[in-house]
């Protein structure tokens, strides 16, 4: 350890290669700001990570106002519309003209992550593979330090004026806060999605949300030859448990294939359960670590919001890093959490929301009939209130 523990200095040490460290790393580097990005996983992996697909207008405007949207201008997907289904029928939305008008691009965060990337190292950025941060030293100082373990197993050391986590739920940067120093707000919202990847064509040129006695089911393209879908299932089950014969036979009855048209079936090529979890962590800062994207505040993946936060907050940091480090004006770091944190929530809200309409209670006693009657009258109302589809768009397609 003694000869590597003075290893390397730098402004900025960014923790994790995801949308929310690239971006932040690509709007320093523009900057001038000397950073590196230490990333636990192999290259490859970063850039086949499948996860989100949906970027809000607002992300793809940020994105583009920093030169970094070429690839997704190119190969992105404009998508305004979707299509709720259930007992009492189904309807769309095509929520382009409602509320304030907005739409999605669909991208694939992998190859936002690759656009990302590439762009970074092109202009010079650093980022070391295979580095996994351990934990950050010093938070409460204005000399913080990271502890790494390097891609041969030796112990390293990177000292730094700020140390940005964008390392996930499951980071170093969270790890290593003090006791007591941040509060987190935590909701396990009771409902477990097995998430899928189907090469599979889409089956419906809309998002598609399917609330069934058995369960929800959930139908997103990524692309003409890739599928997301999402089917609810018991807490606990193993993500290998269905075969993919009772996964499609589960989707298609949940989507309700013989009213409204069968799916375009084919092999299921990824594959993982998520828990539906929510939380953030107040402040978003402690000392000279600052939290940002997931590591900043878990939401779940019922409203598509993961991604875009992640890329607001990091463009909001990057901002107030390159004042304080190139300007002197440390006033937007003392504000990055007030800044973010309101957004935060109102994505949590929003996909609190979303879980409520598209999950029902199990039971049949008194107190599930009566959630289940609210989530049908939600639905029913957002089938026929305009004021509630304008205010839907607008949490739906925003940021
Ligand atoms: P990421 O993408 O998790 O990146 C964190 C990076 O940090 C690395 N790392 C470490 N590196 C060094 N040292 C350590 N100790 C480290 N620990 C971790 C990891 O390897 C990784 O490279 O976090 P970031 O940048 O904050 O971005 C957040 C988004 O990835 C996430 O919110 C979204 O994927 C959520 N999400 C969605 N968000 C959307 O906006 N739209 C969507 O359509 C959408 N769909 C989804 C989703 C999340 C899903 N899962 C995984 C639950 C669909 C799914 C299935």
């Not at 960014?14 to 709007?27: K, T």
């Not at 970063?46 to 809000?56: H, N, S």
């Not at 298609?252 to 375009?264: D, I, K, N, Q, S």
């Not at 929301?353 to 049908?376: A, C, E, Y």
């Amino acid at each position: 350890m003694a000869d590597r523990q003075t290893r390397s200095t730098t402004d900025v040490v960014v923790l994790g290669a995801g949308p929310a460290g690239l971006v932040l790393g690509n709007l320093l580097q523009q900057r001038g700001v000397d950073c590196v990005v230490l990333e636990r996983a192999e290259r490859a992996h970063v850039e086949t990570r499948a996860r989100a697909g949906f970027l809000a207008a607002n992300t793809v405007r940020i994105l583009e106002r920093h030169g970094l949207a070429e690839g997704l201008r190119r190969h992105g997907q404009p998508h305004s519309v979707c299509e709720f289904r259930g007992a009492d029928g189904r309807f769309r939305l095509d929520y382009s003209g409602l509320g304030r008008g907005e739409r999605h691009t669909v991208y694939p965060q992998q190859q936002l992550v690759s656009d990302l990337l590439t762009r970074f190292l092109a202009s010079g950025g650093r980022v070391e593979f295979a580095t996994e941060a351990v934990t950050v030293l010093g938070s409460g100082t204005e000399r913080p330090s990271v502890t790494v373990r390097e891609a041969d197993g030796r112990p390293g050391r990177w000292r730094a004026r700020y140390v940005a986590g964008c390392d996930g739920r499951h980071g170093a940067a969270r790890r290593s806060l003090p006791p007591g120093s941040v509060r987190r707000h935590h909701c396990d919202h009771g409902v477990t999605w097995l998430g899928l990847l189907a090469e599979a064509p889409p089956s419906l040129d809309a998002v598609g949300y399917a609330v069934h006695e058995r369960g929800f089911a959930g139908h997103m393209a990524r692309t003409s030859e890739i599928t997301r879908y999402y089917v609810q299932c018991e807490r606990g089950t193993p993500a290998d448990a269905w075969s993919e014969e009772r996964i499609w036979d589960e989707l298609e009855l949940r989507m309700r294939g013989a009213e409204y048209g069968p799916l375009h079936r084919g092999r299921i090529v990824r594959r993982g359960v998520v828990d539906l979890e929510s939380d953030v962590l107040e402040p978003l800062r402690h000392g000279s670590l600052f939290l940002v994207g997931d590591a900043a505040g878990l939401v779940s993946p019922s409203a598509a919001k993961g991604a875009n936060l992640a890329v607001l907050e990091a463009e909001i940091l990057a901002e107030a890093l390159v004042d304080d480090l190139v300007h002197g004006d440390s006033g937007g770091l003392d504000t990055y959490s007030a800044r973010c944190l309101p957004y935060l929530w109102r994505a949590q809200e929003f996909s609190h929301w979303m879980i409520r309409l598209l999950h029902g209670p199990s039971g049949s006693d008194g107190t599930s009939l009566f959630h289940d009657s609210l989530r049908r009258s939600r639905i029913a109302s957002l089938r026929t209130s305009r004021s509630h589809q304008d205010w839907f768009a607008e949490h739906y397609a925003g940021v």
